[in-house]
């Protein structure tokens, strides 16, 4: 009979944790790795528990403790991978942009300037000066928005070489990133990165979940191409901002995978007169 009711605790644990990992989009195959490893974790006291119930409501009882453990050893096992730090070797080529943060490339977009709407909802436009908490550019510019899952290293990284010219969060809600308006008006922070090549910025943007949004860098500092520029407790949204110029070159689409510090967002040629970007 203990066998039976391992079962039926299991089946319950799953069919409790899967649907959560779809809500939170975490990737297939580490969710269902994670999920069967903490189901055959939680089982294993349970061998013992089981034959001492005598009545129905304890095996109840321990059916439902059995899939409350396995949702905590899994939790335990997301936050365990959420607070890795790896140590990242950025690529050795000039004229690099690398990705701020790990996770799917959520979309690719190009911008005419500060008054053309980068995103539309029900009727409010809502421009690129509203993402960064500034006025950065005049002319056009590319946004590639990377959305992080639980699973996801959420230490970013500086896309790219220069001196930090801007450090400003942006006080806001905490909407679900599933709805199009959420990056404009959730709690972020911006860090712009001068180079004499172009300048970069980074939206560190917060989700339903997210309570704080870390910088690790100070005003004026220098950094290097990889160098650790910040942290996001829990899934949520970095959007990189490149100006558009001659030379300029994107090299990942929407669905791409892409590691902070190592994937490279676009590359981009120094003109006469101009120094190419060191990584």
Known sequence: MSWGLLGVGGACSVCLMLP??????LPTIPAVVGIASATLMAAVPFLWVYPLCETEWGLVAC???????TFALGLSLML???????????????????SAADGEV????????ETTPLVTKRGRSYLL???TGSELVEGPVQVIGVEMTFLD????????????????HIKGEFLSLRREESPFVN?????VIENPLLDVAVVQVASRLVRRVQSFLALDETVRAGQRLGMIRFGSLVAV????????????KAGDRVTAGVSVLARVGAGEGEQAIEP
């Open 20 to 25: 959560l990992a779809a809500k939170w989009k």
């Open 63 to 69: 059916v439902l403790a059995q899939a409350a453990l």
């Open 80 to 98: 365990i991978r959420f607070f890795r730090d790896p140590d990242r070797v950025p690529p050795e080529a000039d004229g690099v942009v690398l």
């Open 106 to 113: 959520l979309y690719v977009r190009t911008v005419a300037g």
């Open 129 to 131: 000066s509203e993402l």
């Open 153 to 168: 290293v959420h230490v970013t990284r500086c896309p790219t070489a220069g001196r930090v010219r801007l450090l400003k």
């Open 187 to 191: 709690e972020r922070h911006t860090t």
């Open 241 to 252: 901002v490149l100006p558009e110029r001659a030379g300029l070159t994107v090299e990942v």
